[in-house]
Structure formats: structure tokens, C-alpha cells
């Protein structure tokens, strides 16, 4: 199985920051690459497809870039509904495989 | 309004089975794939399974082969989940989510852009 290493972990922000989080695979994966965020309680919501496709309606502070094995998702002025858990997700070859999380708090 | 409901999650013992179901509305289901996605209690998402929109293309997390089966109804616009053998560590909610074919450079991605709010299965002696 491919496995996707996410770091970091979690993070301190705060308001207007930058943030950059990344994920490397195992093996190459192309672009099979997609970004979710989750909120506390609430259902992931899909940011980047295609490793750097902006899905619909997500603000363009949001970004994706990368190929094969490295891969980042960036957030440029972070806002205050930013604060979440932050997933990457490949679904190149089976089992599809999603990283361990990053948690965005406020500084 | 474009909508996945979860339902069927419950309490159950070490050895049992459950079914979840995942009705979808305001979108035509036969024309997308669909997967089960499960978050245990203070952890991070685990992709479950994954099948296609003709029933086709199924697979499954190594952590639950063997015991846990995906299956649709098109006609009901229903996606379920059947899962044997239950343990503890599969204590966890599971989302339904919609799986897109998105368009980026002249490919095709998929995009999981479409999620229920979750159902709750515990398995405890």
C-alpha cells in the first residue's frame, strides 16, 4: 500500500499568516492527489483535486502544487474559518490512502 | 439541494453485523462512483471502499476485506454497507461521500466533493 506522510502534524497560526502543509507518497502518484479540510464534528470537505485544481467555490488563498511523491497545500492569509484539520488523500492505486492530519490552530 | 444521508449506525458486540445505508437526493447517482470513508473516535479519515457507479470497479481497505460489503441500489438511489465480523477497532463514524470525475489539464481526477454528515457505529462488549 502507498503510504502518505503528512507533516506537520499540527501547527500554530495566526490570523494573515502563511501556512504550508505537505504530504509525501511512497511511490509516485502522479497528480492522484486531492486536499480535505474537516472541521470539528462536521463532514471533509474536498479544497484541491488533481494535486493542484482548486474545486469549485473554495476561496483562492487555497493552493495545491507538486507530483510523484511531494506535495503541498498552501494557505495564503489565513483566515479565521481556515482553523481545521487539513487532509491529503491519494487515489492512484488501491488502498486509496489518506495522511494522518494536520491540525491548523490559532496561535 | 445535493444530499447524502447516512443511516443504520448503532451499538453493537465484538461479532456482529450492521448495514449503513446512504440515500442520495438532488443529484443523478447512477452517474458517480461512490466510497465509505470512517474516522475513529480522536483519529484521522481511513478510506473503506470504493465502487463504481455501475457496481463495478469495487475494492476494499485491507483492514476490513473479507468482512465488510459494498453494495447500490441505482433504482433507490442507495449505497450501503454491509459489515460481518465487527470489532472493536472498527468502532468509528462512517461518511458517504460523492466521487466526482473532474477535469484539470486535459485529465480526469477524482474529487470526493460531495459528503454525508456521518453515522455512528460502536462496537463494545
Known amino acids: 500500500a502507498i503510504q502518505m506522510a503528512q507533516s506537520p502534524s499540527s501547527l500554530s497560526a495566526s490570523v494573515g499568516d502563511r501556512v504550508t502543509i505537505t504530504c509525501r507518497a511512497s511511490?509516485?502518484?502522479?497528480?492522484?492527489l486531492g486536499w480535505y479540510q474537516q472541521k470539528p464534528g462536521k463532514a471533509p470537505k474536498l479544497l484541491i483535486y488533481?494535486?493542484?485544481t482548486l474545486h469549485s467555490g473554495v476561496p483562492s488563498r487555497f493552493s495545491g502544487s507538486g507530483s510523484d511523491t511531494d506535495f503541498t497545500l498552501t494557505i495564503n492569509s489565513l483566515q479565521p474559518e481556515d482553523f481545521a484539520t487539513y487532509y491529503c488523500?491519494?487515489?492512484?492505486?488501491?488502498?486509496?490512502?489518506f495522511g494522518q492530519g494536520t491540525k491548523v490552530e490559532i496561535k | 439541494e445535493v444530499q447524502l444521508v447516512e443511516s443504520g449506525g448503532d451499538f453493537v458486540q465484538p461479532g456482529g453485523s450492521l448495514r449503513l445505508s446512504c440515500v442520495a437526493s438532488g443529484f443523478t447517482f447512477t452517474s458517480y462512483g461512490m466510497i465509505w470513508v470512517r474516522q475513529a473516535p480522536g483519529r484521522g479519515l481511513e478510506w473503506v471502499s470504493y465502487i463504481g457507479s455501475s457496481s463495478n470497479g469495487i475494492n476494499y481497505a485491507d483492514s476490513v476485506k473479507g468482512r465488510f460489503t459494498v453494495s447500490r441500489d441505482n433504482a433507490k438511489n442507495s449505497l450501503y454497507l454491509q459489515m460481518n465480523g465487527l470489532r472493536d477497532e472498527d468502532t468509528a463514524v462512517f461518511y458517504c461521500a460523492r466521487g466526482s470525475l473532474l477535469t484539470a489539464g486535459g485529465s480526469h481526477y477524482h474529487g470526493f466533493d460531495v459528503w454525508g454528515q456521518g453515522t455512528t457505529v460502536t462496537v463494545s462488549s
Open positions: 488523500l491519494q487515489d492512484y492505486s488501491y488502498p486509496w490512502t
Open positions: 511511490q509516485g502518484i502522479g497528480n492522484d
Open positions: 488533481g494535486a493542484a
